[in-house]
């Protein structure tokens, strides 16, 4: 009996999703639970695994093709359902990937993957890597960030590969590739002819000698839902910026200090985390930055004011900007709240953040510092009234005490929906954030 198999609603409210890889192949066993495919929304990436026990029959839909819900996907031919294995018959083969799946299924074993069926077909392709001691999650975050294991150096207790070892890999990879400097030319001298020189259809020919002149990008996938989600909020939410620059010296004091306890002994700690803690304290004292704006069906509207704070961190990730968020960051102390930054930035960076880690924030931040950037002018994530930026901390001439001295100096700067917040409070709200980076110890109050 051939049993076919509909693109699920995954609980996102989301209408369409984009198959990005089958992990089966027509003719592959599978059992329920196996993984058939990963498929991407307009939020994460998640595994569809198989409700069917059987042989798979004919995949419906290539990679690459976006459809919507209901869709039929894939065939698999089967006499009868197979019940998942119990618990107790001990744990079930890894799959390759450990990302989402829909409520009520759960993992099991992998059936077959098409990449090592490629393998073992054309050996000449395969990597080094695949002689590298690393789990099947580690495999896959190398391949997100586009790291090959080969050139990782392993450092866990068993000479495996691990998260740290792959993130610290890609990063560096990209310092460097920003910073390399290009061997200079065998030549001493160069003649360039002018282009004014060459004729119009030579110059065209010497173009396309190099390549194609442009590249057409499909916009789908988290990149279709940001551009979709900024586009509404800066057409329709009144945005006004303002920013102050602050002596952030007893914050990066307070920063070593924080790196060298041990109760922060296995916390990455960063000045983020200061400005987290600075924004929720700072909300506070000016609630109507955390409210939102309401544009009801019978064409009224209303603001709603939230007593709690789901802080929002936008991150770029490997699949574009994301922000999830801390839920009610106002209850955490500092410790909670470093652990659950570090957790929200780790797995965004993995490609694993969840829908629901996206939803009902309340105000976000942007550390555009990381990027060298001094200042800026965000755009309000839907839904939120306020957005504040943290910009580089660099070392400059500050006047203390009629002095000039050298101190760590940064911007802080934000937008704000103008229909909710006059320029007073978000102003307040900006200085009261710009005030505690420059003298921690307010947290206290």
């Known amino acids: 009996m051939s049993q076919t198999f509909t ?7 989301l209408t369409e999703a984009e198959i990005v890889q089958w992990r089966v192949a027509p003719g592959d066993q599978v059992a329920v639970n196996d993984v058939l495919v990963e498929i991407e929304t307009a939020k994460s990436l998640v595994e569809l695994p198989s409700p069917f026990a059987g042989t798979v029959g004919e995949i419906l839909v290539t990679e690459g093709t976006t459809v919507t819900v209901g869709t039929a996907i894939i065939t698999i031919v089967g006499d009868r359902e197979e019940p998942a294995p119990p618990a107790a018959a001990g744990p079930a083969p890894a799959s390759e990937g450990d990302g989402a799946v829909l409520v009520g299924y759960g993992t099991g074993g992998a059936a077959p993957s098409r990449r090592k069926r490629a393998a073992d077909e054309h050996p000449d392709r395969v990597k080094a890597s695949v002689g590298v001691v690393a789990k099947p999650p580690i ?14 150096t392993p450092t866990g ?15 560096q990879a990209s310092v460097f590739r920003n910073i390399a400097t290009p061997a200079p030319p065998a030549e001493r001298e160069q003649r360039i002819p002018v282009a004014a020189s060459v004729p119009p259809v ?16 499909p916009v789908k996938g988290v990149r279709k839902a940001t551009s979709t989600a900024m586009v509404r909020s800066a057409y329709t939410a009144p945005h006004v910026s303002v920013w102050a620059d602050v002596d952030a010296s007893r914050t990066m004091e307070l920063v070593k ?11 990455k700690v960063s000045p983020l985390l200061i400005m987290a803690r600075a924004v929720v304290w700072a909300v506070r004292r000016t609630p109507m930055v955390n409210a939102a704006w309401i544009d009801n069906e019978d064409g009224s509207a209303e603001i709603r004011v939230r007593n709690y704070v789901n802080l929002g961190i936008a991150a770029a990730t490997p699949r574009g900007l994301l922000v999830p968020n801390i839920k009610d960051a106002q209850d955490l102390s500092m410790r909670e709240l470093a652990r659950a930054l570090e957790k929200l930035t780790v797995t965004a960076r993995e490609g694993r953040t969840q829908p629901v880690d996206q939803q009902n924030g309340t105000i976000t931040i942007t550390n555009i510092g990381v990027f060298g950037m001094d200042a800026g002018t965000p755009i309000i994530n839907p839904g939120e009234s306020g957005i504040i930026a943290l910009g580089a901390i660099r070392q400059k001439p500050w006047v203390v005490d009629g002095e000039v001295r050298p101190r760590w100096v940064t911007t802080v700067s934000g937008s704000f929906d103008h229909r909710v917040i006059d320029g007073d409070g978000m102003s307040r709200f900006v200085a009261d954030v710009a005030s505690v980076l420059e003298e921690p110890a307010l947290l206290l109050d």
């Open 7 to 13: 693109l699920p609603d995954v609980g996102e409210g």
């Open 202 to 217: 030579e110059r065209e020919e010497r173009r396309a000698e190099g390549g194609s002149r442009e590249e057409t990008i």
């Open 157 to 171: 207790p068993s000479g495996e590969v691990t998260r740290e070892d792959v993130v610290g890999h890609a990063t």
């Open 257 to 267: 200090r924080m790196k060298a306890s041990p109760d922060f002994a296995d916390i």
């Open 139 to 152: 495999r896959k975050l190398a391949r997100d960030l586009g790291v090959d294991l080969a050139d990782v």
